[in-house]
């Protein structure tokens, strides 16, 4: 990123820059930077085991187009595999599918439907991560891709949607278990061809785009974890297929009668996971397993951001139970984050139990206020749940986790970040995680401590 983007962002330091990795070289010839992982059974172009005529997961493309397609997205399949099969992920996808339902204590609805809620529950890690695999599996079964540009009449440029189909099984599928009992309803995920274009112009492009390459790759592959985690809701959706059934036979009969009968989409609300304020499942695991969601400006050369969730910068057509919070921080994405994604030694290197490796650190941000109060019913409470952020000051919108006295408490836990050598340098071993009190002993052992 050049220092004529960074301008554009007059709210931070220079030096901000630097200690986010921004100012640092990276090889242009090296920006897949090592992922070896398979890509999923998701990704694959062929399905033969599927009991319909159509094999095929990326509708559109024949095997020549999506051995080309592959050339430049396999980092990204891989990536995004990857984030799937990561600790808290597969949690997260596991509570989605065998989590009960029930109505929350407030009577909570949503265009006239109930919204429910489902909660964690007591399984071993072992058997929850083994089944919510299993089902991924039998995700990729009816799963389907279409890339595509939007509709020049459509009301928003859309990134990606993913959409309940009965075209691959007619009468639903089973994710759950071997039982040939339908569950739910299969998917076809939509994505905006924009993104396939701009990493092609950035693979192409002269000098060293390794950065703005490594951003985009990781903004693909998240919003396909997050459309897959929508699929993942449909298919443990009973009532969804129930309602998509009979609105294709409502279809079919008036078709007999030569009557006609609007399209309508069929529809459903996502349910609350525990005390969240919002439903909505792919925004709920990118909370759960980047401890954010990814913010973009449209813009391949400017870098990426992320703040909590839920927030007003997410607001859309989704069941609410609570109000925003007036405030919220912008955190920027360290390029530190999103070089050590993209090497597989770090993926090698996570444990079974750390739940919050992929939590991006909060290091500095651009505080955003919503100046419309009147937009939301149910009233804004006044400061953002993360508290008072340090800033420079009553009139800065500048915040920093790592200023004001010493190191900052960083609430993300354990993550992907490349200062846990700076982390082991400081603080007495008590004060450090797991992973920076190992990275100390590391350095004692080089004697570089």
Same mark, same amino acid.
């Given at each position: 990123?050049?220092?004529?983007?960074?301008?554009?962002?007059?709210?931070?330091?220079?030096?901000?820059?630097?200690?986010?990795?921004? =100012?640092?070289?990276?090889?242009?010839?090296?920006?897949?930077?090592?992922?070896?992982?398979?890509?999923?059974?998701?990704?694959?172009?062929?399905?033969?085991?599927?009991?319909?005529?159509?094999?095929?997961?990326?509708?559109?493309?024949?095997?020549?187009?999506?051995?080309?397609?592959?050339?430049?997205?396999?980092?990204?399949?891989?990536?995004?595999?990857?984030?799937?099969?990561?600790?808290?992920?597969?949690?997260?996808?596991?509570?989605?599918?065998?989590?009960?339902?029930?109505?929350?204590?407030? &009577?909570? @609805?949503?265009?006239?439907?109930?919204?429910?809620?489902?909660?964690?529950? %007591?399984?071993?890690?072992?058997?929850?991560?083994?089944?919510?695999?299993?089902?991924?599996?039998?995700?990729?079964?009816?799963?389907?891709?279409?890339?595509?540009?939007?509709?020049?009449?459509?009301?928003?440029?859309?990134?990606?949607?993913? @959409?309940?189909?009965?075209?691959?099984?007619?009468?639903?599928?089973?994710? $759950?278990?071997?039982?040939?009992?339908?569950?739910?309803?299969?998917?076809?995920?939509?994505?905006?061809?924009?993104? =396939?274009?701009? =990493?092609?112009?950035?693979?192409?492009?002269?000098?060293?785009?390794?950065?703005?390459?490594?951003?985009?790759?990781?903004?693909?592959?998240?919003?396909?974890?997050?459309?897959?985690?929508?699929?993942?809701?449909?298919?443990?959706? =009973?009532?969804?297929?129930?309602?998509?059934? %009979?609105?294709?036979?409502?279809?079919?009969?008036?078709?007999?009668?030569?009557?006609?009968?609007?399209?309508?989409? $069929?529809?459903?609300?996502?349910?609350?996971?525990?005390?969240?304020?919002?439903?909505?499942?792919?925004?709920?695991?990118?909370?759960?397993?980047? !401890?954010?969601?990814?913010?973009?400006?449209?813009? $391949?050369?400017?870098?990426?951001?992320?703040?909590?969730?839920?927030?007003?910068?997410?607001?859309?057509?989704?069941?609410?139970?609570?109000?925003?919070?007036?405030?919220?921080?912008?955190?920027?994405?360290? %390029?530190?984050?999103?070089?050590?994604?993209?090497?597989?030694?770090?993926?090698?290197?996570?444990?079974?139990?750390?739940?919050?490796?992929?939590?991006?650190?909060? %290091?500095?941000?651009?505080?955003?206020?919503?100046?419309?109060?009147?937009?939301?019913?149910?009233?804004?409470?006044?400061?953002?749940? @993360?508290?008072?952020?340090?800033?420079?000051?009553?009139?800065?919108?500048? &915040?920093?986790?790592?200023?004001?006295? !010493?190191?900052? &408490?960083?609430?993300?836990?354990?993550?992907?970040?490349?200062?846990?050598?700076?982390?082991?340098?400081?603080?007495?071993?008590?004060?450090?995680?797991?992973?920076?009190?190992?990275?100390?002993?590391?350095?004692?052992?080089?004697?570089?401590?």
């Amino acid at each position: 990123m050049n220092a004529r983007i960074r301008s554009k962002y007059s709210t931070l330091h220079p030096s901000d820059w630097a200690r986010l990795g921004y =100012l640092d070289g990276l090889s242009a010839k090296r920006h897949n930077l090592g992922l070896t992982n398979p890509k999923h059974l998701l990704f694959q172009y062929n399905k033969p085991s599927r009991s319909s005529t159509r094999k095929v997961t990326w509708l559109q493309y024949s095997q020549q187009s999506y051995d080309r397609l592959c050339a430049e997205l396999d980092p990204v399949l891989q990536l995004a595999s990857a984030l799937l099969e990561s600790p808290a992920s597969l949690d997260f996808l596991y509570y989605v599918i065998h989590s009960p339902r029930f109505l929350p204590m407030e &009577v909570a @609805e949503f265009g006239g439907r109930p919204v429910y809620e489902f909660q964690r529950v %007591m399984v071993s890690r072992e058997a929850r991560r083994r089944k919510a695999k299993e089902a991924l599996d039998r995700l990729a079964e009816s799963l389907c891709f279409v890339v595509e540009s939007p509709k020049e009449d459509a009301k928003e440029d859309f990134h990606r949607l993913t @959409e309940p189909s009965l075209a691959i099984y007619p009468y639903g599928i089973n994710v $759950v278990d071997e039982s040939p009992t339908p569950r739910g309803i299969g998917s076809m995920i939509r994505i905006n061809k924009s993104y =396939l274009v701009k =990493l092609t112009q950035l693979l192409a492009r002269e000098g060293d785009n390794t950065a703005q390459i490594l951003s985009m790759q990781f903004k693909i592959a998240t919003s396909i974890c997050h459309e897959i985690a929508h699929a993942v809701g449909h298919a443990a959706d =009973l009532g969804l297929l129930l309602d998509a059934i %009979m609105e294709s036979i409502f279809r079919e009969l008036a078709i007999m009668g030569n009557a006609k009968r609007e399209k309508e989409r $069929v529809k459903t609300n996502e349910p609350f996971f525990e005390d969240d304020a919002v439903a909505e499942l792919g925004y709920c695991w990118e909370q759960a397993v980047l !401890g954010g969601t990814i913010q973009w400006a449209d813009q $391949v050369d400017h870098p990426l951001f992320f703040c909590k969730w839920p927030s007003f910068l997410t607001d859309g057509e989704h069941p609410r139970r609570k109000g925003y919070k007036r405030t919220t921080t912008q955190y920027v994405v360290p %390029m530190h984050y999103l070089r050590r994604l993209h090497k597989q030694e770090f993926w090698d290197g996570i444990e079974a139990g750390d739940t919050s490796a992929l939590w991006i650190k909060k %290091m500095v941000g651009i505080r955003v206020t919503n100046q419309d109060a009147d937009i939301d019913p149910l009233g804004f409470p006044p400061r953002e749940s @993360e508290g008072d952020s340090p800033t420079d000051g009553p009139d800065s919108f500048r &915040v920093c986790r790592e200023e004001k006295g !010493g190191r900052a &408490v960083d609430p993300s836990g354990r993550r992907a970040d490349e200062t846990l050598v700076k982390g082991a340098q400081g603080g007495s071993d008590d004060q450090l995680t797991p992973r920076a009190l190992s990275a100390r002993r590391k350095l004692r052992k080089s004697k570089k401590y």
